[in-house]
């Protein structure tokens, strides 16, 4: 067989055309601020739902609307749930990157102000996650970006750097228009253990940090129905597996918790035990937040 009929022979899959493929193998070598080789940061999402419509998180099978026992347990997370994973950071001098429905400014303001004062990073979540952004037309998403870009703006005198949406959801545009509203990073991919830059139109630049869906407690807890010491063990193997293969290649792990659902006090306890077990290792790693990864990232980083 010719070339030219072995090329014709070939499947050609539809692609994403976000990126090349690049085994973990062949990468550009460089080490975080330190000389250290494994980033670690805490992406925790606040987050507010629409009481009788919309989508959330289900604690149970929901029943007709309004559906007052997911909604409430989702609403535990802003009324106790974050403050207890507030104190807790506090104790390990651990930093976060939040991630905030702009509904939250409107619903409990009170819950963004101690991490403001923190230092932490405020990145945006769109503007609820009783929606998706997905399923939106092109003129409407950019809308819903707009308007939650806007309103962190407005609150933390600053636009956010990074983008996560709400259950992750994109549309086929969703990276192009990031990176023409200024976003610097997104959280959506993950694909892979170390950032990357994704191909926009226009040439806008838009790297990729990884953003978990192991270690997410959504997808451990509610959907797989992990107990909650084994999704602390699983954070700590993550963690010891991960400082090892650091050595042949600079790694960023990410864990992705939710108040609602870690903030729950037998939850909170394993939790602890998760990130005592990491805040130990400070000296040895770069423990930050997900737009310290992106700008030091994105300087070592040449961009295709």
């Known amino acids: 067989m010719d070339r030219a009929a072995v090329a014709q022979a070939l499947m050609r899959l539809p692609s994403h055309n976000r990126y090349d493929y690049a085994p973990i193998t062949r990468r550009p070598d460089y080490d975080w601020p330190n000389g250290t080789r494994l980033a670690v940061y805490i992406g925790l999402n606040l987050e507010h739902f629409a009481f009788g419509e919309g989508l959330g998180a289900e604690l149970a099978p929901g029943g007709p609307q309004p559906d007052v026992l997911n909604y409430a347990w989702r609403d535990y997370g802003n009324r106790v749930g974050v403050w207890r994973l507030l104190d807790l950071f506090d104790a390990l001098s651990l930093p976060s990157t939040v991630l905030l429905n702009s509904s939250i400014y409107d619903y409990c303001p009170e819950i963004v102000a101690p991490f403001r ?4 990073e405020i990145a945006g979540h769109g503007r609820s996650n009783a929606e998706r952004q997905s399923v939106l037309g092109e003129a409407e998403e950019k809308r819903l970006i707009a308007e939650t870009t806007v309103a962190i703006r407005h609150h933390e005198g600053k636009p956010p750097a990074g ?11 969703t990276p192009d228009l990031l990176a023409e509203a200024g976003y610097g990073y997104t959280l959506n991919w993950c694909h892979d253990d170390q950032p990357g830059w994704m191909q926009t139109r ?30 602390a063990d699983m954070i700590i193997d993550q963690f010891d597996e991960m400082r090892d293969q650091a050595v042949a290649q600079p790694l960023v792990m990410g864990i992705a918790l939710h108040p609602y659902i870690v903030g729950q006090p037998f939850r909170l306890r394993q939790l602890r035990r998760a990130l005592a077990h990491i805040t130990a290792a400070r000296d040895d790693i770069y423990l930050c937040r997900a ?4 700008a030091h990232a994105g300087a070592c980083l040449p961009a295709d």
Request: aromatic letters at 8%; a negative charge.
């Open 163 to 173: 983008w996560l949406s709400p259950w992750i959801a994109e549309s086929t545009v």
């Open 117 to 120: 004062a923190r230092g932490d």
């Open 202 to 231: 226009g040439g806008g630049k838009l790297l990729s940090v990884p953003y978990p869906q192991e270690l997410n407690d959504i997808p451990a807890i509610v959907a797989r129905k992990i107990e909650a010491a084994t999704f």
């Open 291 to 294: 737009g310290d990864i992106a």
